[in-house]
């Protein structure tokens, strides 16, 4: 048995005296000078638990042994699912531990040696440090321009910019202030449509609420100012916005939602008239309308009206009332989470019990087959075109490194394209096993177990619990390297499907929104009781981890049940759920969360808001909380407000850290080294708090 832990001193934050009211419930604020990120007070106060976090982390035994077996792991080529565009095939590659994946190109999709392509884009030269990421890219039609945005030090906001295929030479323009969304090319490819906001003001474009979106055309040679602006709404400054040009070229598909709301508007403009007028097809947001293609004047799109696991309807653009839709693929007992027009047929890909399933059907809703798949997995980057032969998909599970493999539409035979070999993980000595519990209610919930093969159940197996649980995401099978690293060390990781996400469609994700978020955290709690009852692991050797909405979980969990696990790892969470909405794109959430203007909504949110539950007496979990300086999407005085309030209420008990990571954001396109150094912290910590560590 590892000897205690003995009590840390942290850097003190004196407490301030601010208190706002909400429906006649007066609320201190004590760390709201927290907010100024950029004080000199707050900047020395994170220097200071910078430091200690450091010297406690870089203490712990074995990092060196850990750090090469991650880098072993990680060292494998991946590849992205190659698209079709005109004469040109295009796919990211990344050689095993590149900071960011390189995009190539190549004639002949047979020919998919990284050898045989051309290399057109490689983000790994435009930072000496790794931090500058492709995010977006949008492809013209015949192939020749591809339009792609970076974001730097992981920031969402985006630059775009166009290279000529051809040369591997980008052209003058140059567009800013986008954030998060992808691009449509016109068909000619006279230029492409995008999003954008309002510059903000200087020196606030990393907390600045990010408002009224706005839908732009960009006309290729032209500056950014000159760029018309489509659509956008002036009633609501949280209304997002997006346009897509079909395949055809023939319309411009923009759908809006008031932020993160699931349920959208549908406008469509006809671009083969000049001047047209933009035209609603679903004016009001009653429920998801994701349009997939257009077959002539037949719109295809997915949706959850009048079937809570989603449905594909045909709507014809002459007469687009809600009776005249046609059902095309019917709502059944699986989930549909995306579909795809390409090569004349609709591959609808379905979640059963959170694992994927797809099939093919003709657009009169003939069944045409299924997709031979190789197990328990995910699929990901079916994309195609209504005129391509065949297209690509990419496949991985928990326990299966992500492999490509090419369809012929004619028939559907499925064969390999390109799979990975892995130098330090035999895919074959693991496997995953889905088992179900009950939630606190009585509600199933998975729980996906991965484990070395011969694990025994003595109730000791160090474990990892993951979970999210929020805005509608599914979370499936999929292979990492963290993962793979855990369970070669001799532990067990356990990810659980919580409600909130969209895994068994509206209803599942329903019933974890707003009033009804503490669901959320039943289902997880319930998770973590089954790890130990089933003899998986118990609470001294149990870690729980989630990031962003998963860190708000982890957070709130670990304040009602701090009894149930060792260690608590909180990355970029939301935890202050008062105040979410004043920072960057924060006003968004409150279609999941709810909005402190309703008197039931913030009742909700003041119950199990981690940053407002943290109370003194209790012992908590030892607990590790991540956030990143250049965080623009959930704001790292989230992080810094709970790790003060964690330390004042709890100071001579199990470490609470705060590690700030410099030059990173909410975690996309952080570098691979980076996200191995992360990695490494995460699991010393939950090793030393396992008492696996000396």
């Known amino acids: 048995m590892a000897a205690p832990i003995p009590p840390l001193t942290y850097p003190l934050a004196p407490r301030g005296t601010q208190v706002d009211e909400y429906h006649g419930v007066k609320v201190p604020d ?58 040109n095939w295009f796919f990211t590659h990344n050689d095993g531990l590149q900071n960011q994946s390189v995009v190539f190109v190549m004639k002949d999709l047979g020919a998919g040696e990284v050898g045989a392509a051309r290399l057109l884009l490689d983000p790994n030269t435009l930072s000496a440090d790794g931090t500058v990421a492709l995010r977006e890219k949008a492809i013209s039609a015949d192939g020749r321009l591809f339009a792609y945005s970076l974001s730097e030090a992981g920031s969402d ?35 492409f449509y995008y999003t954008a906001y309002d510059p903000p003001k200087e ?148 979640l059963k019990d959170a694992h994927s399933t797809v099939q093919r059907y003709a657009t009169s809703g003939k069944l045409l087959g299924d997709l031979d798949l190789p197990g328990i997995g995910t699929v ?81 197996n160090p474990t990892i619990l993951y979970g999210y649980g929020g805005f509608n995401a599914s979370v499936t099978p999929s292979f990492s390297p963290l993962i793979a690293a855990w369970v070669q060390m001799g532990g067990v990781y356990a990810v659980v499907n919580l409600r909130g996400g969209g895994e068994y469609g509206r209803g599942w994700h329903e019933a974890g929104m707003k009033v009804r978020k503490q669901n959320v955290f039943d289902d997880f709690i319930a998770a973590a009781d089954y790890l130990s009852a089933a003899r998986w692991t118990n609470s001294k050797r149990l870690a729980i981890r989630g990031g962003s909405n998963g860190g708000l979980l982890i957070a709130a969990v670990e304040e009602q049940r701090p009894d149930i696990a060792a260690a608590a790892i909180v990355q970029v969470g939301v935890l202050d759920m008062l105040r979410f909405r004043e920072f960057t794109v924060g006003k968004a959430w409150e279609s999941d969360y709810g909005t402190v203007d309703i008197p039931a909504e913030f009742r909700a949110l003041y119950k199990y808001s981690p940053y407002h539950n943290v109370r003194p007496g209790v012992n908590h979990p030892a607990t590790l909380i991540m956030t990143g300086d250049h965080d623009d999407r959930v704001f790292p005085a989230h992080s810094f407000k709970f790790a003060a309030a964690m330390q004042h209420a ?23 080294a980076k996200v191995i150094d992360e990695v490494v912290d995460i699991y010393a910590f939950v090793f030393k708090a396992l008492g696996l560590s000396d």
């Open 157 to 191: 906001w985006q630059v775009w910019r166009v290279r000529d295929v051809a040369t591997g030479q980008d052209l003058p323009d140059t567009l800013k202030w986008s954030k998060v969304d992808g691009a449509s090319w016109r068909k000619d490819g006279s230029g």
């Open 380 to 460: 990901t980057g079916l994309e195609g075109h209504a005129a391509d032969a065949e297209i690509c998909y990419g496949f991985s599970g928990f326990a299966t490194p992500p492999s490509v493999f090419r369809v012929n539409l004619a028939d559907g035979s499925v064969s390999l394209w390109r799979t990975p070999q892995l130098k330090g993980f035999e895919p074959a000595e693991y496997e995953t096993h889905q088992v179900f519990t009950k939630s606190k209610d009585g509600t199933r919930v998975p729980i996906f177990i991965t484990t070395r093969k011969g694990t025994k159940l003595d109730g000791a």
């Open 203 to 350: 020196g606030a474009a990393l907390k600045a609420a990010n408002e009224y979106e706005k839908l732009y055309f960009h006309r290729l040679g032209t500056p950014q100012s000159d760029d018309e602006l489509i659509y956008t709404r002036t009633d609501n400054p949280g209304w997002l916005v997006n346009g897509v040009v079909t395949d055809d070229g023939h319309f411009l598909i923009i759908q809006a939602s008031l932020g993160t709301d699931i349920r959208n508007t549908v406008l469509v403009q006809d671009l083969s008239k000049p001047h047209a007028p933009i035209v609603p097809v679903i004016p009001a947001p009653t429920a998801t309308y994701d349009v997939i293609d257009a077959v002539g004047d037949l719109l295809l799109v997915r949706t959850d009206d009048a079937a809570p696991k989603h449905r594909i309807i045909g709507i014809d653009l002459a007469n687009p009332a809600p009776t005249h839709w046609r059902t095309v693929v019917a709502e059944s007992r699986d989930t549909i989470e995306a579909a795809t027009f390409a090569g004349g047929q609709l591959l609808v890909h379905r």
């Open 30 to 87: 004590p760390y709201r000078w927290m907010e100024d990120i950029d004080s000199p007070d707050t900047r020395t106060w994170v220097a200071a638990q910078s430091q200690l976090s450091r010297e406690f982390l870089d203490s712990i035994a074995g990092r060196d042994s850990m750090t090469q077996r991650l880098r072993d792991i990680w060292n494998f080529e991946r590849w992205t699912p190659p698209v079709h565009h005109g004469g």
């Open 650 to 672: 709890d100071p001579h008990g199990q470490p609470i850290l705060l590690r700030v990571e410099t030059r990173a954001g909410h975690g996309q396109g952080m570098p691979t």
